[in-house]
Structure formats: structure tokens, C-alpha cells
T-cell receptor, first 117, second 113 residues
Framework: GAVVSQHPSWVICKSGTSVKIECRSLDFQATTMFWYRQFPKQSLMLMATSNEGSKATYEQGVEKDKFLINHASLTLSTLTVTSAHPEDSSFYIC?????????????FGPGTRLTVT | AQSVTQPDIHITVSEGASLELRCNYSYGATPYLFWYVQSPGQGLQLLLKYFSGDTLVQGIKGFEAEFKRSQSSFNLRKPSVHWSDAAEYFCAVGAVNDYKLSFGAGTTVTVRA
């Protein structure tokens, strides 16, 4: 149980284009989803927290107009990197929490590697 | 805000030897503590978690961790390492009423034959 998928697993796009990454909870309803960014050999940096049906909350320093997050349903959140540039190349990981989980555990997706050329 | 320190960036251990990864946290109340493992190019898999009760926590793949409030630590241990344990290990801390997690910098474990 508690499986989270991401699509695509990797994507290459040209500078200036936009790319959308999907995060789905496959066997549970996720009221809260999180988006992280991970640079090579580094830790996970939380970008934003999204709750179903409401606007995402972005961490300090994260451009909300560049990283658009939509959490339209209890099983799907999307991250759109708009006007991507090479510095946006990174590994993006989403996670989800189940409502009422008193341990606050997050279930992680396999990640999406974005390369901007 | 809560924070996590993993003092060891890289650890090399022989197959069959024991492993201990250190994690120190900073938080004013009882934290929620997690250990995750990440294989190259993969997402994170939960090894174990602590949020209340017995301070010695058993996890998957033969791992265990002990919560020591007096030392603000949550060290991960495994008595006998397998080559498949080579990966990146992250300690994370969460706070009551806050679903966000703060991750440590990670420890890379290399297993030599």
C-alpha cells in the first residue's frame, strides 16, 4: 500500500519551454503532497506543500510563478516548470501524506530527472 | 524550526560488518523521526520511523534505530551489512502539527567485498 508514482521518470526539454511532472497516489487519497528538489549528491530541498483544492504553499526562495503546482484531486498533483532554463535541471521528487496519519509519514515517488538543454 | 545533522558524509564498511549512521536533531518538543534510504536515481524508501513509545525501533531490511532524547539523537544501526545496502541514507525530522519534514544532508554508504 501507499504507493506514489511520478511521470515522466526523466525528461529532456529545450531552454524556454515548459514541462509538467505528474505525481499520483495510486492506492490512497493524499490530502497533502510535497514537492522536493534534489541536486546531485545533496539532500532534498522542500519546494512547496500542496493541499487538495487549495493553493500551494511555497518555501522561501522558491519562485511560485516559475514552479506552478496544482493539486486538483486527492490523487494527483502536478508541477509545471515554466520557461525552463539549464539551472532548473535537477531531480524532482514528490511525496504524499495520508489524512489522519498520526506519524506524519510521507510516501515518496521515484523522482523525475529534468534536463534542460 | 526543526533541523537535522548527519555528521558523516561518507562511510565505507565491509560486507558482513556492522554499520551505524549518526543523526542529531534540533527540536524543542518530541519530534517525529525517520530514516529513509535512496538508491541511485531512485526515490526514497522508508526504513523506520519513531513518533512515540519504545525508543528502540525496528525497521525493514534488518535496520534498527534508537531515539535518545538526552542526546537528541536517532542513530541507525545494522548488525551485518549486505552489498545491497550501499546507498544514500537520510535522516528526517518532523514536528507536531506540521507535515513538513526537514532532511539531513545524507550519508553515503559504500560496501566493500
Amino acid at each position: 500500500g501507499a504507493v506514489v508514482s511520478q511521470h515522466p521518470s526523466w525528461v529532456i526539454c529545450k531552454s524556454g519551454t515548459s514541462v509538467k511532472i505528474e505525481c499520483r497516489s495510486l492506492d490512497f487519497q493524499a490530502t497533502t503532497m510535497f514537492w522536493y528538489r534534489q541536486f546531485p549528491k545533496q539532500s532534498l530541498m522542500l519546494m512547496a506543500t500542496s493541499n487538495e483544492g487549495s493553493k500551494a504553499t511555497y518555501e522561501q526562495g522558491v519562485e511560485k510563478d516559475k514552479f506552478l503546482i496544482n493539486h486538483a484531486s486527492l490523487t494527483l498533483s502536478t508541477l509545471t516548470v515554466t520557461s525552463a532554463h539549464p539551472e532548473d535541471s535537477s531531480f524532482y521528487i514528490c511525496s504524499a501524506s495520508t489524512p489522519g496519519d498520526i506519524s506524519y509519514e510521507q510516501y515518496f515517488g521515484p523522482g523525475t530527472r529534468l534536463t534542460v538543454t | 524550526a526543526q533541523s537535522v545533522t548527519q555528521p558523516d558524509i561518507h562511510i565505507t564498511v565491509s560486507e558482513g560488518a556492522s554499520l551505524e549512521l549518526r543523526c542529531n536533531y534540533s527540536y524543542g518538543a518530541t519530534p517525529y523521526l525517520f530514516w529513509y534510504v535512496q538508491s541511485p536515481g531512485q526515490g526514497l524508501q522508508l526504513l523506520l520511523k519513531y513518533f512515540s513509545g519504545d525508543t528502540l525501533v525496528q525497521g525493514i531490511k534488518g535496520f534498527e534505530a534508537e531515539f535518545k532524547r538526552s542526546q537528541s539523537s536517532f542513530n541507525l544501526r545494522k548488525p551485518s551489512v549486505h552489498w545491497s545496502d550501499a546507498a544514500e541514507y537520510f535522516c528526517a525530522v518532523g514536528a507536531v502539527n506540521d507535515y513538513k519534514l526537514s532532511f539531513g544532508a545524507g550519508t553515503t554508504v559504500t560496501v566493500r567485498a
